[in-house]
């Protein structure tokens, strides 16, 4: 009876794990020949996961978390394709792909006026601006340069393209990342900026580098726009949860007991996590309007969205984050930063893994932080790891 028992339990785990996942099954060929492509890289954005096409042209991606994810097919004979997936639990995406072929062409590495004074000084911006301007960007190079072109325009606008995927060696986190560069625009300290980031474990023969490694990704992690995100999501998520239990009072004067401690509990998250959040509000005197700071409570900003997994961040107002647990070369101080979203609904993972970069603006410490601090979907510390670790 026990081993029927132990049975059905391992049956009832399996049968669930199958069901929390889903895949992507494909098959690729030649736009013009019609024939099957072997070797074409097919990854996730952001992430680790990838898969490369067989002979026949097929490819198969498994063990997807629900949600959307952009795939991104290369080769170096073919025209690059990125692909919206909605990833559903339980589901197998199939896809049918035709690639347009492309003439292999190789820069002229120190030959011809493309790689002059003004293209260095360029680039030197451009690296600098897409690393980020913190301590793990100085362990950060990009490895093909020659392939990056730019263009000024007559405002004196900086933009950015690359036919290929940008090599980046991270050695502050300890990967080797491809960056398919969407979007670069900058001016005098101003930067607008996208693409697809795909990360490879970089391997060491010394174990102190993994340790090291892991020290600075959960560093990086601390303190970010997508622990932020994440911290949000889950308090909403507390707010629901004792939301069934207590009724609120809408007159903030004849707040009961239990109500507090339902405000307090979602607030307590925050400070746990180091956060402090406000938006902006106006309160009316006998001496006119006046502008002061209010707290963020999560539910005033979230919606729930249509997949489980998901939230919709509803908020037109700037949000003021303050970090409070941030560590920088031993000298520890607050971290202070400023999110300006530029549409009404920006949809985001539960644990803050992505959402539209051109659609939030963030400046303060979330705006020196890009590339060098950016992790794999993969990466996803415990709540325990994040609450009782302080790096002062």
Request: aromatic share 14%.
């Amino acid at each position: 009876m026990k081993n029927i028992i132990l049975l059905l339990m391992i049956f009832s785990s399996e049968l669930i794990a199958q069901t929390k996942y889903g895949s992507i099954s494909g098959f690729i060929i030649d736009e013009q020949t019609k024939q099957p492509i072997e070797n074409v890289n097919a990854y996730i954005a952001n992430s680790l996961t990838r898969s490369s096409s067989n002979k026949e042209g097929n490819f198969h991606i498994g063990n997807i978390s629900p949600g959307r994810y952009t795939l991104i097919l290369s080769h170096l004979s073919y025209e690059n394709q990125n692909l919206k997936i909605d990833i559903n639990s339980n589901e197998v995406v199939e896809l049918n792909i035709k690639l347009a072929p492309k003439p292999i062409e190789f820069p002229e590495i120190g030959v011809g006026d493309k790689f002059d004074d003004e293209w260095w000084k360029n680039f030197e911006i451009f690296q600098a601006e897409l690393l980020g301007k913190t301590w793990f960007a100085e362990g950060c190079q990009i490895t093909n340069p020659y392939y990056i072109d730019f263009f000024k325009n007559n405002d004196g606008v900086l933009f950015a393209s690359c036919d290929v995927p940008i090599q980046i060696e991270n050695r502050s986190l300890g990967y080797n990342v491809k960056y398919t560069l969407k979007h670069f625009e900058y001016k005098f300290g101003s930067l607008k900026y996208a693409g697809l980031p795909f990360f490879e474990e970089m391997q060491s023969d010394f174990e102190d580098d993994y340790v090291i490694w892991q020290n600075n990704r959960l560093e990086a992690y601390m303190g970010s726009l997508r622990h932020f995100l994440r911290t949000l999501a889950t308090s909403y998520r507390l707010i629901k949860q004792n939301r069934e239990k207590v009724k609120l009072l809408i007159d903030l004067d004849d707040k009961t007991e239990i109500g507090v401690r339902f405000f307090y509990d979602a607030k307590m998250f925050m400070s746990k996590n180091g956060f402090e959040a406000y938006t902006p509000d106006l309160i009316f005197g006998q001496f006119g309007a006046q502008s002061i700071s209010k707290p963020l409570y999560p539910d005033s900003v979230i919606a729930d969205s249509e997949r489980p997994n998901e939230l919709i961040l509803n908020c037109r107002t700037q949000i003021y984050v303050i970090y409070n647990k941030e560590y920088q070369k031993l000298n520890y101080k607050p971290q202070y930063s400023f999110i300006k979203p530029h549409a009404d609904s920006i949809y985001f993972d539960k644990g803050g893994k992505y959402f539209d970069e051109l659609k939030l603006e963030t400046t303060g410490y979330f705006g020196i932080q890009r590339l060098a601090e950016m992790l794999p979907f993969e990466y996803e510390p415990s709540d325990s790891l994040i609450i009782n670790t302080d790096f002062r």
